[in-house]
């Protein structure tokens, strides 16, 4: 079966810096649901339209392309007391950036001794990569999957 609208993917992926150096690898299959639902880069989507089982897709993703520009407005200072005692360099937490609306995930870091530094920026954001990915299974997505715009199952989504 080939990759078109409405299919779940399997695939195994790399993402490396332009330099070569490993940033992300898939160590078990991941799926998504296949036609414009934001669940995988546009590029890559694009690329693997008509594909099937055991083709590759090998792309340069620029910043915008992959995991965004790097936003100077979504790194905070917040007061130390807000935080949990044993909080580290590192941690994540959910959060919104207004107090409102879309949560983002926060990595810590920085620590002083009455602020917090936090970062809503994706770890790679800025970064041009390297993604490589090799497409494992092919299969016509269910109802219930269009429906809720995801995949569904061992390697998909697994709750509501």
């Not at 790399?14 to 799926?31: Q, T, W």
């Not at 100077?72 to 044993?86: A, K, T, W």
């Amino acid at each position: 079966m080939n990759i078109v609208k409405d299919t779940v993917v399997t695939l195994t992926y790399i993402v490396k810096d332009m330099d070569g150096n490993l940033l992300e690898e898939s160590n078990e299959p991941v799926s998504y649901l296949h036609g414009d639902y934001d669940n995988i880069f546009p590029l890559v989507e694009h690329a693997l339209d008509g594909k099937t089982t055991g083709e590759t897709v090998d792309l340069k993703l620029q910043p915008a392309d992959a995991f965004g520009e790097y936003e100077e407005s979504l790194v905070r200072v917040e007061p130390r007391e807000g935080f949990p005692d044993d909080i580290e360099i590192g941690m994540q937490f959910v959060g919104s950036p207004d107090g409102g609306g879309e949560e983002l995930l926060y990595t810590v870091t920085d620590i002083a001794e009455d602020k917090v530094v936090v970062d809503g920026n994706h770890p790679f954001a800025g970064q041009a990569v390297h993604f490589q990915c090799v497409v494992s299974d092919v299969r016509a997505a269910t109802a219930d999957e269009v429906a809720h715009r995801h995949a569904h199952g061992a390697h998909g989504h697994h709750h509501h």
